[in-house]
């Protein structure tokens, strides 16, 4: 059963990448279109041509890597979680869910997969528009920027305790699934 529910986290990760590696572009130029005084007042297209002008097409991919890291893990969460909770209900309730439950299973991934995953985003944007922290250092890695985040913008009393226990967590993740 657990292949199951890696299978299908797995497909919807690789469906994910595809389709973030094809559009990624547009997501760029969207995201700047929201915070660019300069980019808010021009079209898509002008503001493609202006960034391809300025960077060229690697421009329109700043930032690709964390995104991809996050879609991949966004999608692979909910895509799991959606798998077991819908097992589980069939287990429990020995018939298919309804519509409203499914509907129900799938909100409940779908919380699950914000709640896992914001932070990832909220890192990933950084780095998409490589914004500068409070130490002003550019965002560079997703794991550098959470840190650096957790270190400059949390009001924790111990924030360097908090930072050594999110990096061993990180640390260990990604030995874990990624080597």
């Keep these: 059963e657990i292949d199951t529910y890696m299978q299908r986290g797995l497909a919807g990760s690789l469906g994910s990448c595809i389709a973030q590696t094809v559009f990624y572009p547009l997501d760029y130029v969207r995201t700047r279109q929201q915070v660019d005084k300069a980019a808010k007042n021009r079209t898509l297209v002008e503001v493609l041509q202006v960034n391809l002008k300025d960077g060229g097409i690697a421009r329109l991919y700043t930032g690709f890597q964390s995104s991809i890291i996050s879609v991949t893990i966004s999608n692979f969460v909910y895509f799991f979680a959606f798998s077991a909770l819908n097992h589980t209900y069939r287990r429990h309730a020995r018939s298919d869910p309804s519509i409203p439950t499914s509907f129900a299973l799938a909100a409940a991934a779908g919380i699950l997969n914000v ?39 949390t009001h924790c009393s111990d924030a360097s305790a908090l930072q050594r226990a999110g990096r061993r967590c990180l640390e260990g993740l990604s030995r874990r699934c990624f080597w």
Excluded at 126 to 152: A, N, P
């Design 115 to 153: 709640v896992a995953t914001t932070p990832l985003w909220v890192a990933a944007t950084r780095i998409r528009l490589q914004e500068r922290l409070q130490d002003g250092k550019r965002c560079t890695s997703i794991v550098d920027t959470l840190l650096r985040i957790l270190r400059l913008e």
